[in-house]
């Protein structure tokens, strides 16, 4: 008579490896028994029991897994096995051979696998079986396996295979420093413990907070670790030091004793290379009571999420979490903030579907208005004062620095140089005028040879580049070199104010809420030297019409400056006019 028990722990382990589930496999090997009695009361002759045992094991394993491979991938978040915990003293030769091979990261490389190749596989290179073993076990020809093989090999160690410490006795002492360093809140010690590229990966299977991506590097690893832990030591959980899948790891028990976490890790080189949690109670039941620690919503907690637990209070720190491992930390913040803001922004105002249809319209026919000359983004957040907050932001000034403002659209030509003294009008038709002033530094020297950028509209309020066959090209614009003493000077025309283009969705926009259009006289100018910082700013017209309403919110009081009507005609000889003109005057201070 034989034993047929004795082959339940190999049954187990091809089960197991296949599946990745306990409660799953210990079905498998039961109805393999099933079968193998039946087939004897039947009077099958069965020659090894062992093969028949194993071949059954395979093969209700594959189709086990054709179809939860369906449902894995619906699964809500990274899919982990069901630890498995090794609850004796380990048997040293079944350790030494199958224990990598047992780990969380080899069976989760065995994901990418179609069932037959994994079976296929593990037979051979976790179990030894010879390829006509193979063959009979999936019912396969030969030559098939080994085609099988090769294609299963290829995509795993494309993947790159796992690596481990080839001493229990250093993982497990590499693992007691972990869980000491994370309960006793030592960031520095834990540092060290992990590998620069740590990984954690979290299993809530949507039932559980678990981070909703793996999340990536020592820094990130370690603040998320340390977090968790001091909820967890808050609510009096504690870990237990136990061997998960043959590696080293923990169980968290709650204050009454129920498993909340298992969690596992992978060493190799005397550092921690990756942390897998189970949290998902599912995955726990086989291990006792399960716990609803993990099942509470973490708070201080942003970095985990419930992928499948989608509230209004919630979403915008699941969002936020699903950028835990964007590698750039200005990005993350960039784009922590944006959805901060926005989410906000939405709960505030509960828009409608046709509402944030009607946005979504919007901000389509906004790019569809972009072409080489326009750019309508640049003009909406011009008219929502964001081109402003940007600019100052940028160009907060010191010492009395001249401020800037906009730089506006119509910077899209270069500027001819100019003598100074020359016109940059060379229509004619609006009142002359002299600008002239001097660029100086934060201490009120002159700074000699300062380049001055210099564009305006028309006195019909036009720039040259929108009205191509009525302006000469270059109309109202001049590149200009301040003199030895810092001074320049240049001839013009008054500019007008103007509206800006109002045929787009910014004009609907301006429309809808009543606002005009209309930006004050003003005149642009870029001035920039060597060793200090560029200066884009106006000056604008004292008096002129929606100074105080500018529609792109541009206009700074320091900025302002009187246009003095002149008819001394001392000064009118001195700038070669003929006729009154208005006189301008700015100081324009650089900072370094
Ligand atoms: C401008 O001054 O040229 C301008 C600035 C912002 C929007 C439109 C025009
Ligand atoms: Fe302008």
Known sequence: MTDYEQFRPLMFSIAYRMTGSVSDAEDIVQEAFLRLTRALHEG????????????????????????????RESYVGPWLPEPLVESTEPDPAEHAELSDSLSMAFLVMLESLAPA????????EVFGYDYDEIAQITGKSEAN??????????????????????SRAESEEVARRFFAAVEGGDMD???????PDVVAVGDGGGKAWALARPLHGQERVARMWTGLVRRGLKEHARTELVWINGQPGAIAY????????????????????????????????????????ALRSPKDLACLTMATDFSEESAADAVIASFASTADPRLRELLGALVKHLHAFVRETEPTIAEWEYAIDFLTRTGQKCDEERQEFILLSDVLGISMLVETINNRTSGGATESTVLGPFHMVASPCRELGDSIDQVGTGPPCVVRGRVLNADGMPVPGAELDVWQASDQGFYDVQQPGVQPRANGRGLFTADADGAFWFRTVVPSHYPIPVDGPVGTLLNA???????????HFIVSAPGYRKLTTHIFVAGSQYIESDAVFAVKKSLITEFTATDDPEQMAQYGLDQPFFLSDFEFILQV
């Open 117 to 124: 190749e994994r079976a296929v596989f593990l037979l051979r």
């Open 145 to 166: 396996c080994r085609q099988i093989l090769a294609r299963a090999r290829r995509r795993i160690d494309e993947r790159g295979r796992p690596r481990f410490s080839a």
């Open 513 to 523: 809420t009543e606002r005009h259009p209309y930006r004050p006289a003003h005149i």
């Open 254 to 293: 709650d204050a009454a004793g129920r498993v909340a976490a298992v969690i596992a890790l992978d060493i190799a080189d005397g550092v921690v290379q990756s942390i897998r949690s189970i949290v998902n109670p599912d995955k726990l039941a086989h291990l006792g009571p399960t716990s609803d620690l």
């Open 189 to 195: 010690g834990l540092l060290q413990l992990l590998a």
């Open 44 to 71: 099958t002759v069965i020659d090894t029991p062992k093969a028949f045992l194993a071949t059954v094991t395979t093969r209700l394993a594959i189709t086990h897994l054709t179809s939860a491979r369906v449902r």
